[in-house]
């Protein structure tokens, strides 16, 4: 099986000159816990709510400093995200995909059209996806008893 048929395709991206606040919104609005950055066609990074929840959240429990927070919130995304992001290729072996998650621990991986990162990437591999295949795998078995 291959990454691109598990994959989300065309994922929601955003720029990094984006604030922590809109990224924190788009995503608890879409249900979503990883985010590609991109500038423009190329991928710059990656940010997750476990990121934001960390960049966050020293900030949020100083509650006689809101303006800490505030100013937090209001941190460009690029400032915020992992750069040193891995990827997949879309016609790659989902079992190799699978491997670079668990190894690296990561929850989702940019899938791109190319090898070169200046191409917007073709999806977003993360764990729900590969869960949700072995999930129906497993229901398929039960029933087959």
């Known amino acids: 099986m291959r990454v691109a048929e598990v994959m989300t395709?065309?994922?929601?991206?955003?720029?990094?000159?984006?604030?922590?606040?809109?990224?924190?919104?788009?995503?608890?609005?879409?249900d979503i816990r990883h985010v590609p950055v991109a500038r423009?066609?190329?991928?710059v990074?990656?940010?997750?709510?476990?990121?934001?929840?960390?960049?966050?959240l020293p900030a949020l429990?100083?509650?006689e400093e809101p303006e800490v927070a505030r100013d937090q919130?209001?941190?460009?995304?690029?400032?915020v995200m992992?750069?040193?992001t891995l990827a997949v290729q879309a016609e790659e072996e989902l079992s190799e995909a699978v491997s670079v998650m668990l190894d690296h621990k990561v929850g989702a991986?940019?899938?791109?059209?190319?090898?070169?990162?200046?191409l917007v990437e073709a999806g977003l591999a993360a764990e729900g996806h590969l869960?949700?295949?072995l999930g129906c795998r497993s229901r398929r078995r039960r029933g087959a008893r």
């Open 73 to 79: 919130l209001d941190t460009p995304i690029g400032s």
């Open 45 to 56: 990074g990656i940010v997750s709510d476990r990121d934001l929840r960390e960049f966050t």
């Open 40 to 43: 423009g066609r190329t991928l």
């Open 9 to 30: 395709p065309d994922p929601f991206t955003i720029e990094p000159e984006k604030s922590v606040r809109e990224a924190l919104k788009t995503m608890q609005a879409m």
């Open 109 to 118: 991986l940019p899938v791109l059209l190319s090898a070169a990162r200046a």
């Open 82 to 84: 992992r750069t040193d």
């Open 131 to 133: 869960l949700g295949l």
């Open 61 to 63: 429990l100083r509650f």
